[in-house]
């Protein structure tokens, strides 16, 4: 199977160029003026953007949590991220205590293989830091193909700070990359306390008791847990214009401390959390939502580079059913987390390019270029001769309304439920396979579900 994308305007990471690219095969062959080469299938992309496919390095499929499990499984999930533009979701498997990182890596693979409709990595979720796991991190960077690992030091199965210690040395010397769920437990707990003894426990203190200085606190810790290593570590879903203030401030001594952040926290505000009818709950995530100074903070930190990537945290709960299932009358039983594969690259291009806060090619670098490097995906993050044809034909003009009925993600609500968008797939390639077009008045799936792969993903350097 072959295919020319005629007259396109490529999108990279430095710079636009208009050209043809040719895919042979799952690989990206020729990019060229004017190619005369035969093809299966020739697309005419004038007026059009070829943009790599967005990598979301952060979901969370089919994952048990908080007495229930996230609705998404790896078909609808994988489905849903095609029809976004999303061509390589990186998703988390916890380790449950006792096991080993194999285990775990092969728990949630024995979940995605034969059922995903792009491309998968996994990120192994140390809870359990015992010293044969911190021996086996070696072995996940060099054999397992996961270089990357997440920590918590919030819930009941966060790590202490000696265990972050070791693994940012462990990573340092053969080439990982520790990834922090940065809030304060602590903190956290006291307010809960209070909130508790007060019996004010409706949805918007949820927000209250994540309190800002509680991502503060532990991006701090983090950043001096690198000082003190050497190493490096990547803060997810950051929330917070101070959370931003402390990765520049480390950042600004040297420090290798990198951030992600999610559509979610560029785009709502706490405001959500007073929505009537208890609709606040559809919002109970941690880190919560923020107010709208944060917004335009996080924006900056994207542009400036102080933010090197944007990923989802999709981990969807319906609103009828799970949300509600215990946390009615508090907000400390409601599973924490919300729905965002399938809004991703529409987003950033909306609120973020429309709106002239970043750059088209800052876009393509926050949702992959940069994703790539980060990660040890070598094989995608660009539209390059060589890289895996994950591709997509993006119609800068094309109106969306947003809502839940024109998606495919398995949950019975979207944050963002009629919000116009301006721009939206045309036509979506996963290694050179179509898995979702345009048809109509919404994006459709229309490649086989059991089609993408485990990537191998490679070490990262080491020093
Ligand atoms: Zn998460």
Same mark, same amino acid.
């Given at each position: 199977?072959?295919?020319?994308?005629?007259?396109?305007?490529?999108?990279?990471?430095?710079?636009?160029?208009?050209?043809?690219?040719?895919?042979?095969?799952? !690989?990206?062959?020729?990019?060229?003026?004017?190619?005369?080469?035969?093809?299966?299938?020739?697309?005419?992309?004038?007026?059009?953007?070829?943009?790599?496919?967005?990598?979301?390095?952060?979901?969370?499929?089919?994952?048990?949590?908080?007495?229930?499990?996230?609705?998404?499984?790896?078909?609808?999930?994988?489905?849903?991220?095609?029809?976004?533009?999303?061509?390589?979701?990186?998703?988390?498997?916890?380790?449950?205590?006792?096991?080993?990182?194999?285990?775990?890596?092969?728990?949630?693979?024995?979940?995605?293989?034969?059922?995903?409709?792009?491309?998968?990595?996994?990120?192994?979720?140390?809870?359990?830091?015992?010293?044969?796991? !911190?021996?086996?991190?070696?072995?996940?960077?060099?054999?397992?193909?996961?270089?990357?690992?997440?920590?918590?030091?919030?819930?009941?199965?966060?790590?202490?700070?000696?265990?972050?210690?070791?693994?940012?040395?462990?990573?340092?010397?053969?080439?990982?990359?520790?990834?922090?769920?940065?809030?304060?437990?602590?903190?956290?707990?006291?307010?809960?306390?209070?909130?508790?003894?007060?019996?004010?426990?409706?949805?918007?203190?949820?927000?209250?008791?994540?309190?800002?200085?509680?991502?503060?606190?532990?991006?701090?810790?983090?950043?001096?847990?690198?000082?003190?290593?050497?190493?490096?570590?990547?803060?997810?879903?950051?929330?917070?214009?101070?959370?931003?203030?402390?990765?520049?401030?480390?950042?600004?001594?040297?420090?290798?401390?990198?951030?992600?952040?999610?559509?979610?926290?560029?785009?709502?505000?706490?405001?959500?959390?007073?929505?009537?009818?208890?609709?606040?709950?559809?919002?109970?995530?941690?880190?919560?939502?923020?107010?709208?100074?944060?917004?335009?903070?996080?924006?900056?930190?994207?542009?400036?580079?102080?933010?090197?990537?944007?990923?989802?945290?999709?981990?969807?709960?319906?609103?009828?059913?799970?949300?509600?299932?215990?946390?009615?009358?508090?907000?400390?039983? !409601?599973?924490?987390?919300?729905?965002?594969?399938?809004?991703?690259?529409?987003?950033?291009?909306?609120?973020?390019?429309?709106?002239?806060?970043?750059?088209?090619?800052?876009?393509?670098?926050?949702?992959?270029?940069?994703?790539?490097?980060?990660?040890?995906?070598?094989?995608?993050?660009?539209?390059?001769?060589?890289?895996?044809?994950?591709?997509?034909?993006?119609?800068?003009?094309?109106?969306?309304?947003?809502?839940?009925?024109?998606?495919?993600?398995?949950?019975?609500?979207?944050?963002?439920?009629?919000?116009?968008?301006?721009?939206?797939?045309?036509?979506?390639?996963?290694?050179?396979?179509?898995?979702?077009?345009?048809?109509?008045?919404?994006?459709?799936?229309?490649?086989?579900?059991?089609?993408?792969?485990?990537?191998?993903?490679?070490?990262?350097?080491?020093?």
């Amino acid at each position: 199977m072959s295919v020319l994308l005629k007259n396109g305007l490529i999108v990279t990471a430095t710079g636009s160029y208009t050209a043809d690219v040719f895919v042979e095969g799952e !690989i990206i062959k020729t990019i060229g003026t004017g190619l005369s080469v035969k093809a299966d299938e020739t697309v005419d992309a004038t007026g059009k953007y070829i943009l790599p496919g967005a990598i979301d390095p952060h979901t969370h499929i089919d994952m048990p949590f908080m007495g229930t499990t996230s609705s998404d499984d790896w078909r609808t999930g994988s489905m849903a991220a095609a029809c976004c533009g999303t061509t390589c979701i990186i998703d988390f498997s916890l380790q449950g205590k006792g096991e080993s990182l194999r285990d775990a890596v092969d728990r949630q693979k024995g979940k995605a293989d034969g059922k995903t409709a792009v491309d998968y990595g996994i990120h192994p979720g140390i809870t359990d830091a015992r010293p044969d796991v !911190i021996a086996e991190v070696k072995k996940a960077i060099h054999d397992y193909g996961t270089p990357s690992f997440k920590i918590f030091l919030f819930y009941d199965f966060r790590v202490d700070d000696y265990a972050m210690i070791r693994l940012l040395e462990e990573t340092k010397k053969h080439g990982g990359l520790v990834q922090v769920h940065a809030e304060s437990f602590d903190m956290i707990r006291r307010l809960n306390e209070q909130f508790a003894a007060d019996g004010t426990l409706a949805p918007i203190y949820h927000a209250r008791a994540h309190a800002v200085l509680a991502e503060e606190e532990a991006v701090e810790r983090a950043a001096m847990a690198v000082e003190f290593t050497g190493s490096r570590i990547y803060v997810v879903h950051l929330s917070s214009g101070q959370g931003l203030w402390r990765v520049k401030a480390a950042r600004d001594r040297g420090l290798r401390v990198y951030a992600e952040t999610c559509p979610q926290y560029l785009t709502l505000t706490e405001e959500r959390y007073n929505e009537p009818d208890w609709n606040g709950a559809k919002y109970v995530m941690s880190p919560p939502l923020r107010p709208a100074e944060s917004l335009d903070d996080l924006w900056l930190g994207l542009r400036d580079g102080d933010v090197q990537t944007v990923g989802t945290d999709h981990c969807p709960f319906n609103f009828k059913g799970q949300k509600d299932m215990a946390g009615k009358d508090d907000y400390r039983k !409601i599973p924490n987390g919300a729905p965002g594969i399938e809004t991703m690259l529409m987003l950033l291009h909306t609120e973020g390019v429309v709106k002239g806060r970043i750059t088209k090619e800052r876009m393509v670098d926050v949702l992959s270029t940069s994703t790539s490097r980060m990660f040890g995906l070598g094989s995608k993050g660009a539209v390059a001769a060589g890289k895996d044809a994950d591709i997509v034909v993006f119609d800068p003009k094309r109106k969306f309304t947003i809502t839940q009925k024109k998606l495919h993600q398995n949950v019975d609500y979207t944050p963002w439920e009629g919000w116009e968008m301006t721009g939206m797939p045309q036509v979506v390639y996963s290694r050179g396979r179509k898995v979702a077009e345009w048809n109509g008045d919404q994006v459709k799936f229309v490649g086989e579900p059991a089609k993408g792969k485990f990537v191998t993903r490679e070490p990262l350097a080491a020093f």
